[in-house]
Nanobody
Framework: QVQLVESGGGSVQAGGSLRLTCGYT?????MGWFRQAPGKEREGVAT??????????TYADSVKGRFTISQDNAKRALYLHMNSLKPEDTAMYYC?????????????????????WGQGTQVTVSS
């Protein structure tokens, strides 16, 4: 069983930055950040597969170049660094972990295949 707890959300103006933190009790090879805006489906933001010497990451097109996912296993923390925030980034952000055997399965995995979820942290970006 994996427990995930997000923090770091808040309200910022467009162009600002936030860092989200997800504390976890046990690491999984595949971890990621998702978001859900009111009236919209939950969408993947970034995933991190921690196999191999450096691991691998992937990003939604809408956040490439602005968001960075990273992990500090010594602290049992997954991060999402968000820069140049836009009003369309406003959503509830969730940390998730999936049970996969290989990292290349992680990227593109739909939300339903992630077994563990945090409670979410709200990000609001004003124009």
């Amino acid at each position: 069983q994996v427990q995930l707890v997000e923090s770091g959300g808040g309200s910022v103006q467009a162009g600002g930055s936030l860092r989200l933190t997800c504390g976890y009790t046990s690491r999984r090879l595949c971890m990621g950040w998702f978001r859900q805006a009111p009236g919209k489906e939950r969408e993947g933001v970034a995933t991190l597969a921690s196999d191999g010497p450096d691991g691998s990451t992937t990003y939604a097109d809408s956040v490439k170049g602005r968001f960075t996912i990273s992990q500090d296993n010594a602290k049992r923390a997954l991060y999402l660094h968000m820069n140049s925030l836009k009003p369309e980034d406003t959503a509830m952000y969730y940390c998730a972990a999936a049970n996969v055997l290989y990292g290349n399965i992680c990227h593109g995995l739909p939300p339903n295949d992630f077994a563990y979820w945090g409670q979410g942290t709200q990000v609001t970006v004003s124009s």
